[in-house]
């Protein structure tokens, strides 16, 4: 009810993805993780699982233009 039909969605999950599906639909996209997990300080794992700005920005722009279509 919050988002309507045609609103172009990402999600981004430090931790599991499942779920996320259901919100996005199938013309979203999500940045998560699909591994158990890793060791190392947060930045070298944020830039490792993909949560930086700059990526999560790649995919709201592709969700974008494919929604665009």
């Known amino acids: ?3 309507p039909p ?5 999600a ?3 931790a599991a993805t499942l779920g ?11 940045v998560g ?3 158990f997990g ?6 070298a794992l944020y830039e490792h699982f ?3 700005a ?3 920005a790649e995919v709201a722009k592709e969700v974008a233009e494919r929604n665009a279509e």
Do not use: C, N, Y
């Not at 996320?20 to 999500?30: F, L, Q, S």
């Open 38 to 43: 890793a060791s190392a300080p947060q930045k």
């Open 50 to 52: 993909g949560f930086t």
């Open 20 to 30: 996320w599906e259901r919100i996005v639909g199938v013309d979203g996209a999500i």
């Open 12 to 14: 981004i999950e430090a």
């Open 1 to 3: 009810d919050v988002l």
């Open 33 to 35: 993780m699909t591994t």
């Open 6 to 10: 045609g609103v172009p969605r990402v």
């Open 54 to 56: 700059e990526h999560v």
